[in-house]
């Protein structure tokens, strides 16, 4: 089945600066790719997602970039603020008739020191 | 227009009890997904309900089960239960059998098991 391996498990960084975080998936087959933030206690709320046939994908101070042939996205933080502390998760999953089911890799504890 | 809800919040077991988790979703969303969250780790796949039916099921025993009901909303069912059952238990919902892959998380039972 589906493995998702993210790095690194935990990132401080300085308000301001940027944060950059990857993960890396082993079924080929999958082709939407969802980052999720999940503050203390609250539930996962989606931040932004890629699908396979985008190379990049921008919201704001948030970017996805994807890519297929290595089996990799990643997540980038611009400019980060206090509010982006938080637990990020990558996720992978394959769209067919069977269902959607998300493998979620371990999560990136983000701390932004003001 | 309200989001997952998901009852109750916190439950406290015994091992060898039985335990039913429940979840409405998204208003207009008719796929519910059932995800099992161990602390500092990322949400894990347990299974996804669509009409009514398991559609797909992660690497979990049969002691875990699960319903849907005619107005989309559904329940997990844990039988006979271990102290390694203590975890955040999330529901997410999405549109479209699971053809659209956007799932919505609820805020989660936290289950812990004594």
């Known amino acids: 089945g589906e493995n998702v391996e993210q790095h690194p498990s935990t990132l401080s960084v300085q308000e301001g600066d940027s944060a950059v975080i990857k993960c890396t998936y082993s079924d080929s087959a999958s082709n939407y790719f969802p980052w999720y933030k999940q503050e203390l206690g609250k539930r996962p709320q989606l931040i932004i997602d890629?699908?396979?046939?985008?190379g990049e994908k921008k919201d704001q101070r948030i970017a996805v970039t994807l890519n297929k042939t290595a089996k990799h996205f990643s997540l980038h933080i611009t400019e980060t603020q206090p509010e982006d502390s938080a637990v990020y998760f990558c996720a992978a999953s394959i769209r067919e008739a069977a269902g959607n089911k998300l493998t979620f890799g371990g999560g990136t504890r983000v701390l932004v020191k003001p | 227009d309200a989001g997952v809800t998901q009852s109750p919040t916190h439950l406290i077991k015994t091992r060898g009890q039985q335990v039913t988790l429940r979840c409405s979703p998204k208003?207009?969303?008719?796929?519910v997904s059932w995800y099992q969250q161990a602390l500092g780790q990322g949400p894990q796949f347990i299974f996804q309900y669509y009409e009514e039916e398991e559609r797909q099921r992660g690497n979990f025993p049969d002691r875990f089960s699960g319903h849907q009901f005619p107005n989309y909303s559904s329940e997990l069912n844990v039988n006979a239960l271990l102290l390694g059952d203590s975890a955040l238990y999330l529901c997410?919902?999405?549109?479209?059998?699971?053809?659209?892959?956007?799932?919505?998380f609820g805020a989660g039972t936290r289950l812990s098991v004594l």
């Open positions: 208003s207009g969303h008719d796929t």
């Open positions: 890629i699908r396979s046939n985008v």
């Open positions: 997410a919902s999405s549109l479209g059998g699971g053809l659209v892959n956007i799932q919505y």
